[in-house]
């Protein structure tokens, strides 16, 4: 039977033992309902406090502004509609850039549904959004300015703490998603002048179903879930004890391992490109310098995505293509097009995200396993021609 190597971690990473380990008590022993008054329900709430603390702890954040929802679509979805369609709101503009994640593009898309202005910011070759440029396009009327930590496809890391200075100099109110980027990199909301941040507990070991939303003191937003009032009124429904636990867990553990953890996998992550790129025609996407530390994206020109995923999969290497979290769509990646990769070798991406429990020896089989595989794909293309 094959090792599974797993390296598709900007998808979703394995839970980590001591994050379970601290959520099974809450469970069946400490299962009270947090915002009951009797003595369980204190042994939960205390716990789910203590989370608060250290997810606030991860980002530089004060534990009074951390939100718990159901997730990081949710909290983007928060952050956009809470900010636009807040009731003293009366701008009607936001900026983002053609490159978020559809937790953000899908929301931003029905707020133009709704009657709002939304620009939507090119990036360069790189995947990397200028910030002159959205100086360009701010009017008194924008409300909001939405730019990613990371990109989730590519891994290039986006210029927020220079996003966040222009926007609070403007009085614009800036938002991160920084679901890719929480617990791999370095984040202070308050030197990044980040007024929303939103972030999900298992893309950083912890378990999925859980998300925070960081919302700077003094900030107003329009809840979207209504009902008891949990969350301080800005998302109501009984909390997810057990899921909140786990996140605050991860989060302890990502501070305190993170330049550790995140130096071993940027080594891992250069030697597997230096590795592919010597397979003839393939190109790196993203910035090869700024970019998240586990993420190497690659073009590689005769093959299909879907097939080479496929074939990877076979030798037990589990990889992807495209940015999507689920493989429903065989749209070519909104990313590697506004980044102007060419149509023609666009369907050919492979995304190799490594996390903290992948090692030198799963690399040393990918780049043993990749050469062959591609060129079984190009001996099938009718396509493909080497000279060309």
Known sequence: MKKTIYVDNAATTPTLKPVLDAMIPFFCEHYGNPSAMYGVAGE???????????????????????????????ADNLALR?????????RKHMITTEIEHHAILHPAQQLEREGFRVT?????????????????EATPDTALISVMAANNEVGTIEPIAEIGAFCRGRGIIFHTDAVQAAGHMKIDVHEMKIDL?????????GPKGVGAIYIRRGIRLLPLVLGGGQEKGMRSGTEN????????????????????DMKRVAALRDKLIKGVLEIKKTRLTGDPENRLPGTASFVIEG????????????????????????????????????????HEIVHGSLRISIGVQN????????????????ARLRAMSPMWNEEI
């Open 120 to 136: 939507y910011m090119p990036v360069d070759d790189k995947g990397r959004v200028s910030l002159s440029a959205i100086a360009d």
């Open 359 to 374: 090692t030198e020896s799963d690399i040393d089989h990918i780049i043993a396993k990749l050469p062959g595989i591609v």
């Open 82 to 90: 809470g900010v636009m369609c807040a009731p003293k709101n009366t």
């Open 197 to 205: 941040l939103s972030m999900s507990a298992h893309k950083f070991g």
């Open 241 to 260: 004890t057990a899921g909140i636990v786990g996140m605050g867990m991860a989060a302890k553990i990502a501070a305190e391992n993170m330049e550790e």
């Open 44 to 74: 939960a709430k205390e716990a789910l406090e203590e989370a608060r603390r250290r997810v606030a702890a991860l980002i530089g954040a004060d534990e009074d502004e951390i939100f718990f929802t159901g997730g990081g679509t949710e």
């Open 303 to 342: 093959v299909e995505g879907e097939s080479m995923v496929l074939l990877l999969n076979e030798e037990g290497i589990c990889a992807a293509t495209g940015s999507a979290c689920s493989t429903a769509s065989l749209d070519p990646s909104h990313v590697l097009t506004a980044m102007h990769i060419p």
